[in-house]
């Protein structure tokens, strides 16, 4: 590339058109882009030599003058750089550390730019900072629009206020206290601590000390009529609102003005709604009517008797709830159950579940707080005794008759909906519709789960009422992780399964038989067949690890964060329609986690610290193959 000229006919050094590529430099005039070209240095990089090292300070800027590098982190490659291109141009000018290693994958030449001679530079021409700084500023602006969405987190500062108006009741005010209390950076105020004269101002200066020594505060509206400046004043320095209905039937959708101007805001600020029973004893329902015309983030349930449910919203609110995402896999979905009654046992709290079709199933299932073992029973009646997915049909919707499937999900289920749940869930579905995933919060329990399990081919779509098609979720996130980290804010635990790295079987293609020869032995049984056909992948073995894999390509881009990824050991050679094998595959999942977190429990009090160590002793214990 030769010398060229410039806009007001001068032509530019090798080196000053190259320093052209570089973010706010393409601005600078022909003499100033000269005096740096100057000041810059030509380095030849070997092959295999490390350019820049992750974690150390930024001190000097490259532009690639020939040649080709590699940026990675943890292993991973993130990007690749040729010639023309600027490496390591965002830390140098933010000041902070390398954010990745940078290799040169052949023999190349960069030219360096160090801190001194860019600072050199700015001394000569001052105006450069102020160019570069915009350029950079854009660049970022343009990364923030492509950022994912935050979860709803409660922030620093919460209120507490009552539904329609109605004063917090002495039950749900001291069942509250006592499970913030286990929070030890939580403070708590009412209306008789605020100042004595009552300004404003004066509100905040006093929050405020509380926020500088890093304590988490929870403002409480005990009754916003008898204290009616408090309870205008109090949600203006919140950074989030947990809205309380009272016992008893839905009252009309009526927010009040607090919630109103909360509801007006940013989508994740939106309110919390929390809705109470006197017992656990009473069912829940009206859900729908309570939340209909309110706009907020998610719901809860609490019972006025149960400290456990107390304990639960006084994680949301401290944005420390525990999410469980359960991958589908059709039989395998029992070993869902083994790791969660470990879990359990070991003494983890979960505050919400989620998953994609079996996944789902079971998830949904300990959202209505059954017990491990009592949804084991059930779903073995379902798929061995009941024969659930068993019986065949006309192959113009589907393989199977969609009718039996759907009559057990209705006899297990019941009427029970969505929002009723006293645990927040949610299913995953593909919508073919609208060509994306969509996540389900509301409605009946049986029907997002029959949608969310429609595998394709093997049962047909559901329909929604608006005339949406809905198939298995796990056409595109057999994992729904990133899901559930924009249902809430805190820690998460994804169950998938150790299906093994390499599949492979001793089966002849050639050996497929005819269609009427397929026909008889589908209607001989398996056992007539060649063993070179029984051992040929069958259209669900194929779905299953089609589905897998496309979840293990979504998580492998996916920052895990301080989220735990767990795989659970199957039994070998297990079938993903082997409903017969459910029983093996749940005694061997809570057995290695057991075990699991029997041996880590020197891994320190954090129980996401603990889980992550069981998770690479799941890998480490992995029998050879």
Known sequence: MGEQPTETGRELSHKALMLRVVPGFATLEPEVLEELAALCTVRPITRNTRLI??????????????????????????????????IGELAFFAGGPRTADVTALRNSVVLECTRAQYDQMVALNPDISSRILASVAARLAAITQKAAPLPPHSGMITVVVGANDAPLSDAFITGLRTALAAHRDVVIHGADDVPGNGKQAALGDWLRQFEEKGK?????????QAHPDWAEMAPRFADSMFVVAPPGPPHPPVPTSVEVRHSDAESDALPQFVMTRTGNGVPITGSGAWLSGRAVSLHHHVALDRPGDFARLARYICDKACGIVLAGGGAFGTAHLGAVKALREAGVEIDAYGGTSVGAAMAAALAMELDPDEIMRRTMRMFVAQKAMRKLT?????????????????????????????????????????????????????????????????????????GEVQVDGGLIDNLPLGEMRQFKAGPNIAFDFDIGADWRVEASYDALPRPMGALAGLMLGQTARPAAVRRFPRIASVLARSMAMNSRRRLAGLDHGSDVLIALPIKPRASFLDWSEGQAHFDLAYQKMTQALDETKDAGPDIMTRLRAVSAHLVARRPKP
Do not use: C, M
């Open 216 to 224: 988490r505060q929870v403002l409480l509206i005990e009754d916003a």
């Open 394 to 466: 006309a192959p113009l919707f589907s393989v199977l008759d969609h009718r039996v499937f759907d009559s057990v999900l209705k006899e297990n289920y019941g009427a029970v909906l969505i929002e009723d749940l006293p645990i927040n869930f949610f299913a995953a579905t593909a919508s073919l519709s609208r060509n994306e995933l969509d996540i389900l919060r509301r409605g009946p329990v049986w029907q997002a789960v029959r949608a969310s399990s429609s595998i394709p081919a093997l049962l047909p779509p559901v329909i929604s009422p608006d």
């Open 53 to 86: 090292t992750q974690g150390n300070r930024a001190e000097s800027l490259y532009l690639v003058l020939s040649g080709r590098f590699r940026v990675g982190t943890e292993g991973k490659t993130i990007a690749y750089v040729g010639t023309g291109e600027p």
